[in-house]
């Protein structure tokens, strides 16, 4: 029985560059989410899928942000021209879809990004 | 603004006594998760609280939805170090998927 999946676990990059994060979530889960989390801080929502359908986008998610889930299974996060502020631990989690009220998420491990 | 507020946000305690973190908001939430995070890892759910009133007890830990909704309760008995980590409080408002998280308190289990 597999978790959710994400690579890589840390990522270190100067300020300025591009990074992808990738999330596997538990198989036949149909929905996949995107938080960020700040030292100190609870995780807070960027982005969500069903399938492979963007359905909601948080405020926090500037134009150099990006996600997708060409497939409906795995998803990738880009980050474009990295600033500081984007230093943060990265969770994905997914959650299956039944009906439609809100099902439990799972988390993974998270990305750890250090943007010198 | 924090919509869920958690309290206390940081309690330090020793082996044997008991304890209890607050999870409050003035919205009415859907479902309410509370979840247990290490140094470096992901949230690891605990439990998932749905009904107004509902009580869930997982082993030395007893979770509490208020009736109305809008609150939640963990309270620990016989607090042991491997207790020790942030715990997480966090919420779906009606016909909203993504959660909404406290700021979380961080428990310290001294032996």
């Known amino acids: 029985d597999t978790g959710v999946s994400q690579d890589p676990r840390h990522k270190i990059t100067k300020r300025g560059q591009n990074v992808t994060f990738r999330c596997d979530p538990i198989?036949?889960?149909?929905?996949l989410y995107w938080y960020r989390q700040t030292l100190g801080q609870g995780p807070e929502f960027l982005t969500y899928?069903?399938?492979?359908?963007?359905?909601?986008k948080s405020r926090l998610l500037s134009d150099r942000f990006s996600a997708e889930r060409p497939k409906g299974s795995f998803s990738t996060l880009e980050i474009q021209r990295t600033e500081q502020g984007d230093s943060a631990m990265y969770l994905c989690a997914s959650s299956p879809y039944k009906t439609t009220t809100q099902e439990t998420q799972y988390f993974g491990p998270g990305t750890r990004l250090l943007v010198l | 603004t924090q919509l869920l507020e958690q309290s206390p946000q940081f309690l330090s305690i020793q082996e044997g006594e008991n304890l209890t973190v607050y999870c409050n908001s003035s919205s009415v939430f859907s479902s309410l998760q509370w979840y247990r995070q290490e140094p470096g890892e992901g949230p690891v759910l605990l439990v998932t609280?749905?009904?107004?009133?509902e009580v869930k007890k997982l082993k030395r830990l007893t979770f509490q939805f208020g009736d109305a909704r809008k609150d939640s309760s963990l309270h620990i008995t016989a607090a042991q170090p491997g207790d020790t980590g942030l715990y997480l409080c966090?919420?779906?408002?009606?016909?909203?998927?993504?959660?909404?998280f406290g700021q979380g308190t961080r428990l310290t289990i001294n032996p």
């Open positions: 609280v749905v009904t107004g009133g």
């Open positions: 198989s036949e889960h149909n929905r």
């Open positions: 966090a919420g779906s408002i009606q016909g909203a998927q993504k959660l909404v």
């Open positions: 899928f069903q399938n492979e359908a963007q359905l909601e």
